[in-house]
């Protein structure tokens, strides 16, 4: 059974830098378009980037264009995602998952929700 798993998590002072990785555990993640989500205490889930299966495309939720940055190795089966400039309203449990659809929408996701790694935002 496909599972993900995600690390990277922590506790950053604001204006701080985080990377998070993912990992694709029992499946590829190679034909798969990928993105990573966050869920903050009382908020639905929201997806924050997006990869294509070939990298050759990204998305990116308007509040964190230009601070953060996914890539994916298809060979490691590995998708990351670079976190600068972190802001008090960054904070969350970040999960990732397969896109079913690419552009992205509101779409079921591709394999179960792993346990997320948590980001912590504060002085």
């Known amino acids: 059974q496909v599972h993900v798993l995600e690390s990277g998590g922590g506790l950053v002072h604001p204006g701080g830098s985080r990377r998070l990785s993912c990992v694709v555990c029992g499946g590829s993640l190679t034909n798969t378009a990928m993105g990573w989500f966050r869920q903050a205490p009382g908020k639905e889930r929201e997806l924050v980037a997006g990869?294509?299966?070939?990298?050759?495309?990204?998305y990116y939720l308007d509040v964190v264009k230009g601070r953060f940055t996914i890539s994916r190795d298809n060979a490691k089966n590995e998708v990351s995602l670079q976190m600068n400039s972190l802001k008090s309203e960054d904070p969350a449990v970040y999960y990732c998952?397969?896109?079913?659809?690419?552009?992205?929408?509101?779409?079921?996701?591709?394999?179960?929700w792993g346990q997320g790694t948590q980001v912590t935002v504060s002085s």
């Open positions: 990869i294509y299966r070939s990298a050759s495309n990204c």
């Open positions: 998952n397969g896109l079913r659809i690419w552009p992205p929408e509101d779409e079921p996701p591709f394999w179960s």
